[in-house]
């Protein structure tokens, strides 16, 4: 009787052992460093006093980096926005628990809002306020501040955001995206609806479109409206 207590003893061991070794976490490359830019000459022409020789040719090589960007997306047409590629193949619940983190300024918080609500109207996600667990999906709103530094110039960086995808295998297996979005604090041009549905746009898994009309242009066109496209490619990440 001893014995045989022993015996199933050392096999429900062995069977923990299993378990335990077969339920480890996959490390998934992430790219958290999407960012979205504007044009410094938008910015210049705020204050439009500045006359220089040097602000006129940075202005020129800039224009030329605008038109022959938007050229291309006028011959470009894409059916479906497209997907970051540590989403591609993931089978992700639609729900997402948000909160934003410490000392967020009105503003900031107030573009996230109306970029949530944008993606709620669309019925393939649902944002919800809250924690969420770890096996649930979860989006850190943030702000941040980078200056840009002499080499960056005829650009500013106005956020940035990404999916990261956490995945175990095995035992308990899930896979949940625990997210980030966040706004560059340094240019309030940053807190902006069209800037905050970009970076959400990352968090939910989309990447960049070389179509200007999509929120998921790299480069600042005001837009808050999900296009055919947009819709196309978060529908495939989410249809499940
Ligand atoms: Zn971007």
Redesign the pocket.
């Known amino acids: 009787m001893k014995l045989r207590t022993g015996v199933l003893w050392i096999v429900l061991l062995l069977a923990g052992l299993f378990v335990f070794t077969r339920s480890e976490f996959k490390a998934i490359p992430n790219k958290l460093a999407?960012?979205?830019s504007q044009f410094k000459t938008e910015l210049a022409a705020d204050n439009s006093t500045s006359t220089t020789s040097g602000v006129s040719s940075t202005q020129s090589a800039t224009t030329t980096s605008v038109s022959s960007s938007s050229a291309a997306a006028n011959t470009v047409t894409t059916e479906q926005t497209p997907i970051e590629p540590n989403v591609q193949n993931k089978t992700l619940a639609h729900t997402y628990y948000y909160h934003f983190a410490a000392n967020m300024p009105a503003a900031a918080k107030q573009a996230f809002v109306a970029a949530i609500a944008t993606y709620n109207q669309t019925g393939i996600v649902k944002l919800v306020a809250g924690a969420g667990t770890a096996e649930q999906n979860q989006i850190t709103f943030f702000v941040y501040h980078k200056t840009m530094t002499a080499a960056q110039r005829g650009t500013v960086e106005l956020g940035?955001g990404g999916p990261n995808i956490i995945q175990r295998i095995g035992w308990g297996a899930y896979t949940a995206n625990h997210a980030r979005a966040g706004l560059n604090a340094t240019y309030t041009a940053a807190f902006n609806k069209s800037v905050a549905v970009?970076?959400l746009g990352?968090a939910l898994g989309l990447d960049?479109s070389t179509d200007s009309e999509s929120v998921?242009y790299?480069v600042e066109q005001g837009k808050t409206v999900l296009t055919a496209a947009d819709l196309a490619g978060l529908k495939s990440i989410y249809s499940n």
């Open positions: 999407t960012e979205f940035h970009h970076e990352h960049h998921m790299p």
